[in-house]
């Protein structure tokens, strides 16, 4: 079963439901219908740093079905969420060393970009099989549409990693066959069935271990490391201020977000921002410096890339800001950190 998923925080990156309005062909003046219902307004949706709640993300994909001329659009906006758009989480899929390793990454951390579904995968016999499950109940419609923009998706990457159309597979969808069921041949080059109890897609398990020729160990080292620390700070079962404001820092570029941003995207104001982090004990500083040394400590060791490059990641405009920030944290040099670090190593190897 799926963990209990509090459908009012906002937790979504609003990034995703932009990429829906440009799919749709929409200017700000017409966004107004996209957002029926969601309490939303057309300025709070198009900022950066706001966050959906999963009961506005539902409400606006639903608002979509409604607006969208053509019943093709889960096919498109599979097409249009491309790697790129899943930030660190679509980094680590395309630099993982295979569609099994790509698989169990998007198994792991798809909570810190839509945790409204969950995936599940079962090793049977020679075959992998991949289903999902959503937190509420969908209907048909909606379920349709959520099915095959993950589908596309899905072979999209498979064909990336794999190098070539993933042919041998073979899908199960619940919804019934559409009337225009023939256009899923020009995205889904597999066997499909309709109608079914569950969704599940199913792979040749020889083929999930097919090497990415595009795998690169330390890009995958570096993106893991990031949704590592994105999944260790967004505890799903809390509903702290410092959760919110955590959600939406490891949602942004590194060190990007400010203080004013965060607390507009909440609809409340920086002093009441600061008062509430204060409560729990923390404060905005804080919450962006646990994320930027997490993320600092990353590069540092699974990468070796010089510490000047390592600021500009983490978006630092001076090398001598980010060395200050680092010994700040941790009372050594970015250099005598991974020294330090690399003689442990050494000495547990021996």
Known sequence: MMNVVDLDLPSIPSSYSRLVARELGLLARDMSDLLANTQLSVEQFLQESTLLTPHQQLKILSNCLRIAKDDTLGLRLGQRLTSPTHGALGFLVNSSPDLL???????????????????DLVIDGEWLELSCEYAVALEQDLLRLLSEIFTVIFFDTAEFIVGRPLCEASIDFMHQKPAYAV????????????????????????????????ANHESYNMALRHCEAMLAQLNPNTNSCKYQVQKMMLSHPPGVLSEEEAAAAMFICKRTLARRLKQEGSSFRQVRDEILSQQAVGYLLDSKLSVEAIAELLNYHDSANFRRAFKRWFNLTPDQYRRHHSSLERGLST
């Open 183 to 214: 256009r899923y041949e020009e995205h889904i080059p597999a066997s499909i069935r309709f109608g079914a109890d569950a969704y599940v897609l199913k792979v040749p398990l020889e083929v999930c271990k097919i090497s990415n020729a595009s």
């Open 101 to 119: 390793t790509a698989l169990k990454a998007f198994q792991a951390y798809l909570p810190t970009r839509m945790n409204l579904a969950r995936l």
